[in-house]
Structures are given as C-alpha cells and as structure tokens.
C-alpha cells in the first residue's frame, strides 16, 4: 500500500502527542518517593513533569480538542470529559508552586496526579486517537501546528530560565496557561 499523505520527516499531530505521553510516563516510572530519594532529586522531575503536562495539555486544548469536536460530532467521543481532567491535573499542578519536598503530601499528590494522567492518556490513547485516526481530519496540517506551537511553549519555558538554570520556582505562569 502507498502512503500517499504523510511525509517521511514530520510526525503527525498523534504521534507528537504520544510521544509526548511516552516521555512523561517514563518521569512517572523513574519517580521515588522519600526516603529512597533526595529531596532535589524529587523536585527535579517533578517540575520536569509538570512542564512537559503543562505544555502538552495547551497543545490538546488549543488544537487538538478543538479540531476533534469539529471531525468527530458523534457523542460518544467525549471531549468534554476530557476537559474536565485537564481542569484537575492543572489544579494538582498548580499545588506544585507552593508544595516543598519536605512537605507531607508532596509525594502523594505526585503520585495522585500520575494516577490521573495515566488515566486520561489510557482514554485518549484507546479512544480519541483511534476515532481521530479514522476521521477525515488532516493530522499530517494540525502535526505541523502542534509542532510550531510547541516549539514556542518550550522558548518561553526556556527564556523563563527553568529548564536550564535549576530554578527552584515554578514558572509555570510564564506560559499563560488557560483557565
Ligand atoms: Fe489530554
Ligand atoms: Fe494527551
């Protein structure tokens, strides 16, 4: 069979958002709560995590969610409901500007969020991606828009100094993420 749309070189708009779902999941695996692990250690990749969410969510809601409402009128692909779990992860993220390490629940609501995340992903991945797939919405265009928004999400991350400086805060509002 010939594949007549998709170019060699440039990942569709699924398979950049299930990289991205591949590449947090792997920060969820490496995570160990305290004691097996030092509180910087801990801190680190949960903010790593926290990033990576917050961009991706902002990909899924600017573009994503928006073209799958339009390709995919049928009810039972639920977007909203999808809505709705973006709304909690953000609110667990959120309680990362001000959780420390050394603060009871820290770990926990790591792990909660995790939980939360592999769940959505589980839905989208066996749901949404699939219906998307057999719709007659152009991933190989909206790959692309993914693409160059998430290249402008991760320079303002850059330019906020928080992936390359260590920076014990969270920037996350540097990113204008949504309500
Ligand atoms: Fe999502
Ligand atoms: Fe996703």
């Given amino acids: 069979m010939v594949n007549e749309v998709k170019k060699p070189d440039a990942a569709d708009a699924l398979e950049i958002l299930r990289a991205d779902h591949r590449s947090v999941e792997k920060l969820f695996d490496a995570f160990r709560p305290a004691p097996d692990a030092a509180a910087d250690a801990r801190f680190a ?3 790593r995590a926290c990033e990576q ?3 991706h969510a902002m990909l899924e809601e600017e573009l994503l969610y928006p073209a799958a ?3 995919l009128p049928d ?4 977007v909203d409901e999808a809505l709705v779990e973006h709304y909690l992860v953000k609110s667990l993220i959120q309680r990362f500007v001000t959780l420390e390490p050394s603060h009871t629940g820290f770990d926990a609501t790591f792990k909660v969020l995790s939980e939360l ?3 959505h992903v589980d839905e989208e ?3 949404l991606f699939p219906a998307l797939r057999k719709s007659s919405l152009d991933l190989a265009e909206l790959g692309n828009r993914i693409a160059a928004r998430k290249r402008q999400l991760e320079e303002k991350l850059d330019a906020a100094g ?3 400086t260590g920076d014990r805060t ?3 509002s540097h990113l204008d993420f949504p309500e």
């Fill in 125 to 127: 991945e066996k749901t």
């Fill in 117 to 119: 995340v592999r769940h």
């Fill in 53 to 55: 969410l917050t961009v």
């Fill in 162 to 164: 928080v992936r390359s």
């Fill in 170 to 172: 969270f920037s996350l």
């Fill in 75 to 78: 009810a039972t692909i639920k």
């Fill in 45 to 47: 990749l949960v903010k």
């Fill in 69 to 71: 409402s339009e390709a």
